[in-house]
Each structure stands twice: as C-alpha cells, then as structure tokens.
C-alpha cells in the first residue's frame, strides 16, 4: 500500500473487555513497530518485529499486552482485560532494510478510550 | 527514567521568527538522533536526522545541531511559518538495533 494503514481509527470499550488493533505495514518493509502514544506524552515503544527473528517485546507494559505479526506483513496489537489507563493513541510503523531502515513511517494511529 | 529529555513542552512563535527545540540524552551509545513532525490526527514523520560524528546538519529552513559533549542536540527552523505548526519529537536510537527513544515532544505554533 502507499502508507501505513491501521484499523480502527478510534476505539471505545468498557473496562475489563479485550480489545485488537491491526496495522498493515508499507508492502515490503521488513520492519514493524509498535508505539504507544498517551496525552501530552512521548511516544513510548512497546514491540519490534524484523523479518523472521524473534521480536523485542521490551516494552510492553504488562502481560495483557501481546503482538503478532502474520506471514511478515499485517500485525496484530492485543490488549486483555482492557484497563482505563491503557487509553492512548496506538501508533503503528514500519521501515524497510539496509538504507531505509532509519526512517519509520507511522499510520495515524488507533485511538482506543477505555471507560 | 526518561532517556530522552525534551523542551520545552509547548513554544509559541511568530510568523518569520526563529523556532528552537532542544533535546538532551542520556546513553552516549546512542549513534542516531531524528526529529519527527506530527500534525493533528496524523502519524508522526520524519523531518530531519543527525549521526553523532557530525555537528551540524541543514535541509532547507530546518537545522540540527549537535554538541556531542555536552548530550544535547536541538532543531532550530528558520523563517518560521503557519504551516510548521505541529507537535515535534526528538529521538535516539539505540546502536545495533532499529528501536528509537523519544523524547516528550514539544507542541509548536506559529502566529501569522
């Protein structure tokens, strides 16, 4: 695709509920990452997948949180049992080997509130 | 532990004015330093970047400098217009790996 896509756009659940967030990568990029965006906040990395080595699950903030990524292309953000402070802006990136790996290219994120 | 500080969070500039953004890390192992630019409702892109063995790097209105002793490096945007207004973040990367550090961002506004 011509830039990275994520779905939904916005989300709202209840407190408690499992929520999955989805991001189509650039095609051929090698490279995806997650970042987790709160209000008036830095962008906090959560999860890194390259290629088919194992990903740097460094920072996901709790074991709710789990990644995959499918067949080296569209990945999945899980968040279980959904807390109100897990509301954020989810931004999702990708980049490409060798030269453009230096340059991430972001979707305009998933937006999820938890009541 | 923030790695990456940022400030300041919020800067108001008038239209043709200089608009500077400072950042000051931790690591010295980081070996990339980019800017991102972020306007309302998009993803954040890439601006502009610096290496560590160069103190000064210069595309178009927009500068880094880096003081490379001192940990700091900073984005500086020249003749400042309406159009830059957006929230700006700085980052760093950790050697050998492709994940980036970010700094708190700073949200910019021009004033015609």
């Known amino acids: 695709g011509a830039g990275v896509s994520q779905s939904p756009s916005n989300k709202v659940t209840e407190k408690g509920k499992d929520v999955e967030l989805r991001c189509d990568p650039i095609s051929g990029h090698t490279a995806l990452y997650w970042y987790r965006q709160s209000l008036g906040q830095g962008l906090e990395f959560l999860i890194y997948f390259q290629g088919n080595s194992a990903p740097d699950k460094s920072g996901l903030p709790s074991d709710r949180f789990s990644a995959e990524r499918t067949g080296g292309s569209v990945s999945t953000l899980t968040i279980q049992r959904t807390q109100q402070e897990d509301s954020a802006v989810y931004l999702c990136?990708?980049?490409?080997?060798?030269?453009?790996?230096?340059?991430?290219?972001f979707g305009a994120g998933s937006r999820l509130t938890v009541l | 532990q923030q790695q990456v500080k940022q400030s300041p969070q919020s800067l108001i500039v008038q239209k043709g004015g200089i608009s500077i953004i400072n950042c000051a890390y931790e690591?010295?192992?980081?070996?990339?330093f980019p800017w991102y630019q972020q306007f309302p409702g998009k993803g954040p892109a890439l601006l502009i970047a610096i290496r560590p063995d160069v103190s000064e790097k210069k595309e178009g209105r927009f500068t880094i400098s880096f003081n490379k002793s001192a940990k700091q490096f900073s984005l500086h945007i020249m003749d400042s217009q309406p159009g830059d207004s957006a929230t700006y973040f700085c980052?760093?990367?950790?050697?050998?790996?492709?994940?980036?550090?970010f700094g708190q961002g700073t949200r910019l506004t021009i004033n015609p």
């Open positions: 690591n010295t192992a980081f070996d990339y």
């Open positions: 980052a760093a990367r950790w050697p050998g790996a492709q994940k980036l550090v």
């Open positions: 990136a990708s980049s490409s080997a060798g030269a453009g790996a230096n340059v991430l290219t």
